[in-house]
Protein backbone atom coordinates (compact mmCIF):
# COMPACT_ATOMS: atom_id res chain seq x y z
CA UNK A 1 0.00 0.00 0.00
CA UNK A 2 1.19 3.21 -0.68
CA UNK A 3 1.23 6.15 1.99
CA UNK A 4 -1.40 8.06 0.45
CA UNK A 5 -3.57 4.49 1.16
CA UNK A 6 -2.60 4.28 4.23
CA UNK A 7 -3.55 7.80 5.18
CA UNK A 8 -6.68 7.64 3.20
CA UNK A 9 -7.42 4.44 5.31
CA UNK A 10 -6.95 5.89 8.92
CA UNK A 11 -8.59 9.35 7.94
CA UNK A 12 -11.33 6.94 6.78
CA UNK A 13 -11.81 5.05 9.78
CA UNK A 14 -12.37 8.24 11.73
CA UNK A 15 -15.18 9.49 9.41
CA UNK A 16 -16.50 5.58 9.74
CA UNK A 17 -16.32 5.84 13.91
CA UNK A 18 -17.34 9.21 13.62
CA UNK A 19 -21.02 8.17 12.33
CA UNK A 20 -21.52 6.04 15.51
CA UNK A 21 -20.34 8.52 18.18
CA UNK A 22 -23.36 9.35 20.02
CA UNK A 23 -23.30 12.58 21.61
CA UNK A 24 -25.26 14.19 24.23
CA UNK A 25 -24.40 17.55 24.29
CA UNK A 26 -25.86 19.87 21.13
CA UNK A 27 -23.03 21.87 20.75
CA UNK A 28 -20.25 19.33 20.75
CA UNK A 29 -22.75 17.20 18.10
CA UNK A 30 -22.90 20.08 15.68
CA UNK A 31 -18.89 20.65 16.16
CA UNK A 32 -18.64 16.90 15.26
CA UNK A 33 -20.53 17.58 12.09
CA UNK A 34 -18.30 20.07 10.98
CA UNK A 35 -15.10 17.57 12.04
CA UNK A 36 -16.36 14.97 10.07
CA UNK A 37 -16.83 17.66 7.04
CA UNK A 38 -12.96 18.58 7.33
CA UNK A 39 -12.33 14.55 7.57
CA UNK A 40 -14.23 14.33 4.40
CA UNK A 41 -12.03 16.72 2.81
CA UNK A 42 -8.72 15.24 3.74
CA UNK A 43 -10.01 11.85 2.36
CA UNK A 44 -10.94 13.58 -0.90
CA UNK A 45 -7.51 15.50 -0.87
CA UNK A 46 -5.52 12.12 -0.29
CA UNK A 47 -7.62 10.22 -2.81
CA UNK A 48 -6.96 13.23 -5.27
CA UNK A 49 -2.96 12.97 -4.26
CA UNK A 50 -3.33 17.02 -4.04
CA UNK A 51 -2.57 16.71 0.38
CA UNK A 52 0.77 18.48 0.83
CA UNK A 53 3.82 16.78 2.08
CA UNK A 54 3.58 17.27 6.00
CA UNK A 55 7.39 18.75 6.53
CA UNK A 56 6.49 16.98 10.15
CA UNK A 57 3.71 18.88 10.84
CA UNK A 58 0.39 16.98 12.18
CA UNK A 59 -3.04 17.05 9.88
CA UNK A 60 -4.17 19.05 13.44
CA UNK A 61 -6.47 16.05 14.28
CA UNK A 62 -5.53 15.66 17.47
CA UNK A 63 -6.11 19.74 18.17
CA UNK A 64 -9.62 19.75 16.77
CA UNK A 65 -11.00 17.28 19.16
CA UNK A 66 -8.89 18.58 22.46
CA UNK A 67 -10.94 21.49 23.36
CA UNK A 68 -14.23 19.22 23.79
CA UNK A 69 -14.05 16.92 27.12
CA UNK A 70 -16.56 14.15 25.34
CA UNK A 71 -14.48 13.89 22.69
CA UNK A 72 -11.17 13.58 24.17
CA UNK A 73 -13.07 11.13 26.72
CA UNK A 74 -14.00 8.78 23.90
CA UNK A 75 -10.60 6.50 23.72
CA UNK A 76 -11.30 5.04 20.40
CA UNK A 77 -11.84 8.30 18.56
CA UNK A 78 -8.72 9.75 20.62
CA UNK A 79 -6.74 6.64 19.05
CA UNK A 80 -8.04 7.25 15.95
CA UNK A 81 -7.05 10.97 15.19
CA UNK A 82 -3.51 10.28 17.26
CA UNK A 83 -2.96 7.49 14.67
CA UNK A 84 -3.49 9.72 11.51
CA UNK A 85 -2.06 12.62 12.75
CA UNK A 86 1.18 10.56 13.60
CA UNK A 87 1.08 8.43 10.37
CA UNK A 88 1.12 11.99 8.46
CA UNK A 89 3.33 13.58 10.31
CA UNK A 90 6.05 11.07 10.47
CA UNK A 91 5.28 9.25 7.35
CA UNK A 92 4.11 11.58 4.76
CA UNK A 93 6.61 13.90 5.22
CA UNK A 94 7.47 13.80 1.48
CA UNK A 95 4.74 11.39 -0.61
Known amino acids: MSKYDILETKLTNISKYLDKVNIDDESTAEY ?33 ISDYDELCADEILWSLVIEADLYYSKECKIF
Open 32 to 64: LRYFKEHVIKLIEAVHKRIIRNSDGAVLGLVRA
